[in-house]
């Protein structure tokens, strides 16, 4: 998820940068420089021309750096809400009719992981509500660390229903006794589309476990940063430092996840 790279520090930095460049108050100073250097390229330094230079050099500077140092939480802040409302997006659309897709294939084991997911994710956010403050930028992350592992797991879960769906017209008993048939009319090439057939639906249905498995992973790390978040000191200085270190534990699980769905794909 490119999600994880876009809230780290140096990221959110530049975010914060450009849209301290973007604000009228930098760029009409910047506009009005650059009229200046143009007037001078064009008649010559005179009294206007290197004044409008400098006069709109400095405004820009002046503008630029005010932005950034007095408005740098709230445009980080944005930022990353930004970031966050669309995860959301992406997990109610992912979430739009799963329950039902996952049922008709009678993977009962997916529903309950949805109930699972929403329950430690909602349990997750209470605590983090409750030891920082929720205007501090920190939290506003740390929420969207948690949204990420939240829609990896719906994520695996869609997928599950996709591996499910495409193996929902093979008929594994049907198949069976048509080996056996072919067999016994010595068939060779139909026993090896048959059989074919037949690795495609474990090789699906292994898929398909094997997300399920790396969900029950996730929703256990969810109980272990959520135990920690719980026991962190309230200490000035020392909630921050256990919090940043339980959080850690998920962003490394979002990248093992991703490290998976690469070798999927590969493997695909």
Known sequence: MNELKEISKSAVKKAVLGKSAQQPTTVYPAVIATLGGMSALAFGLNVFTLGALAVGATLGASGFFGNYFFNKDK???????????????K????????????????????VSQIKLFTEKYDNLLSILGKKLDQNELTH??????????????????????LALKSISAIDIDNIGWQIEEAKSNNNQSLVAALEKRLGL??????????LLAQNDAALTELDHVTTKLANTKT????????????????????????????????KA
């Open 140 to 161: 506003m992350r740390y929420l969207t660390i948690a949204e990420q592992v939240f829609l990896g797991g719906i994520d695996n879960l869609e997928n599950v229903s």
């Open 75 to 89: 445009y980080a802040s944005a930022y990353m809400s930004d970031i966050r409302a669309r995860l959301i997006r």
């Open 91 to 110: 997990r109610e659309a992912l979430l739009d009719g799963l329950e039902e897709e996952l049922s008709a294939a009678n993977e009962y084991r997916g």
């Open 235 to 266: 200490e000035q200085g020392h909630a921050v430092m256990d919090i940043e270190d339980a959080m850690s534990e998920l962003g490394s699980l979002i990248k093992r996840a991703d490290k998976y769905s690469i070798k999927q794909a590969d």
């Open 201 to 210: 639906h474990e090789q699906q249905r292994a898929r398909a476990a094997d």
